[in-house]
């Protein structure tokens, strides 16, 4: 029988709640920004100028700190009187089912959806109620380009959408990688090194299971440097 859980060299340490940018790209500038102090001035100027709308993404690993920051900017927006639909996959249960939960504790009410038309059905009449939308563990939402494209082009809508950036193979997941090309900015974010205190820029994952959508916590995956991605990884592959 497979074990559940990998034997990987070492102990794996508890995800450090420390999360760093890598980068935060602004379409409007064509630079670099350290923080996302750009990404709210711009799109408050926007808002105010009533132009087509806004799509920002929030990328990195697991443990990067994704979910917090989608959150942060949530509250951001519903300070500035902006009505704002939280949702998630209905996949993502882990914490909640009707809650975005970050990994740190922060939680806020959501709609929960397999995909995003039912979310639009669901919706009704209200979803003109809306001008935001902050769209979280968006790696398993199907429809994730058509909502976006839509929302923003057509009706307007900021959205605010933090997910993987890559599966445990460091592959494409889901649509989140496609919407890069109609984002206004994207951030990518990195936690750190379950192994040592370099930025953790992949997802390791430790439980024996091959298939490309597993939720999980800590108890499937770690936070990993390019270093240890590598030589743990080979660990792993020959462990299956």
């Not at 980068?23 to 105010?48: H, N, P, Y």
């Not at 993502?92 to 995909?115: E, L």
């Amino acid at each position: 029988m497979r074990p559940s859980q990998l034997s990987l060299r070492g102990a794996v340490r508890s995800p450090k709640a420390v999360h760093t940018r890598t980068f935060c790209v602004e379409r409007s500038s064509g630079q670099a920004d350290s923080s996302s102090a750009a990404t709210s001035k711009i799109a408050d100027e926007e808002s105010e100028k009533g132009v087509v709308g806004r799509i920002d993404i929030i990328v990195g690993p697991m443990f990067a700190g994704k979910t917090s920051e989608l959150l942060r900017r949530v509250e951001q927006h519903e300070a500035a009187g902006r009505k704002v639909a939280v949702v998630k996959s209905s996949v993502d249960t882990r914490y909640h089912a009707t809650r975005v939960v970050s990994h740190d504790g922060k939680s806020k009410v959501c709609f929960a959806a397999s995909n995003l038309r039912e979310l639009r059905n669901q919706l009704g009449d209200e979803y003109h109620e809306y001008s935001v939308f902050a769209i979280d563990e968006a790696q398993f939402l199907p429809d994730l380009l058509e909502f976006c494209t839509t929302a923003a082009d057509v009706d307007r809508k900021h959205i605010v959408v933090a997910g993987l950036d890559g599966d445990f193979k460091r592959q494409r997941f889901g649509q989140v990688l496609d919407i890069v090309s109609v984002a206004d900015s994207v951030t990518k974010l990195a936690g750190k090194c379950a192994y040592c205190d370099k930025q953790a820029l992949f997802s390791l994952r430790i439980a024996a299971d091959e298939r490309q959508a597993l939720v999980g916590g800590a108890d499937k995956y770690a936070p990993v440097c390019r270093h240890h991605y590598v030589s743990l990884n080979n660990v792993r592959t020959l462990d299956l």
